[in-house]
């Protein structure tokens, strides 16, 4: 992706051909043999040209020097190969501003925000992950409070929720209700992030704030979603309501 391109732009050119090579296939920074393909789709409408990885190093983000990372298609498909041990580190799915397209409007989107989902190891070693605002909560839950088992946090969110599937593509199974929550959800992480941008705390810990807020809210969201037909008007309005300026002083003063 444009991103990941950037951060190898002041490299030797022997280093760029060395990177080349590596990234033949769309991905970078396996050690050893690739011997699991992840699949799957990343979504809040489908998003084409979000970046993919798996977060080796824990930081929320997608660190695309030494990380496995690829960009999704104009289906908002991905595709990873990655290592066995691999399997075990959550995926992460960058959605970034003026690149990242999504398909519900077929415009780019105009903030940056991270999406995420639970380990392939942690799902039965399931080869097909979706990455969507909502496995992004389920994948914080699992974050925040280490002794769930992946059964808890689902269990959890769909609670929550008052949904039944929170891991699955409810664009293809066309459910409207959880992809009108799931937009409403990614515009909260969206503003969250820009809100917070400037605070010296890394990127996990301000995912799981801000997912944690829309949680708490999560009952003024869902009548929201099912009254009202979301306009870009209305879906900001209803954002700034849930993230008052002083909600935010609570994660400064932690």
């Known amino acids: 992706g444009q991103k990941c391109k950037l951060l190898f732009s002041s490299y030797l050119i022997v280093l760029l051909c060395m990177l080349f090579l590596l990234s033949c296939g769309g991905s970078a920074g396996n050690s ?13 409408g489908y998003l084409i040209n979000a ?18 990372y690829t960009t999704s298609d104009e289906n908002g498909t991905y595709t990873l190969n990655i290592s066995s041990s691999q399997m075990n580190y ?14 519900d409007d077929n415009n780019p989107v105009d903030a940056n925000y991270t ?42 969110i769909k609670n929550s929720l008052n949904i039944d599937n929170v891991l699955d593509d409810y664009i293809a199974d066309g459910n409207k209700t959880i992809h009108n929550i799931a937009r409403v959800v990614a515009k909260g992480i ?27 809210n999560i009952s003024s969201i869902i009548l929201y979603c099912i009254k009202t037909f979301l306009t870009n008007s209305g879906t900001v309005a209803l954002i700034t309501n849930i993230f008052p300026p002083k909600s935010l002083i609570i994660l400064s003063e932690a």
């Open 51 to 68: 970046t993919v990885c798996v977060d080796v190093n824990e930081n929320g983000k997608c660190d695309c020097s030494s990380e496995p």
């Open 115 to 156: 999406l995420m989902s639970p380990p392939p190891e942690m799902l039965g070693g399931n080869n097909t992950i979706i990455v969507t605002p909502i496995t992004t909560m389920v994948a914080n839950k699992l974050k925040v409070e280490p002794g769930l088992t992946i059964e808890d946090a689902k269990n959890s």
């Open 190 to 216: 969206a503003n969250g992030l820009t809100q917070l941008a400037s605070q010296d705390y890394n990127s996990t810990i301000k995912l799981s704030y801000i997912t944690d807020l829309i949680l708490r």
């Open 32 to 44: 050893g043999t690739s011997v699991n393909s992840i699949t799957g789709k990343v979504a809040d």
């Open 90 to 103: 959550y995926i992460v799915a960058e959605v970034i501003k003026g690149t990242t397209i999504d398909k």
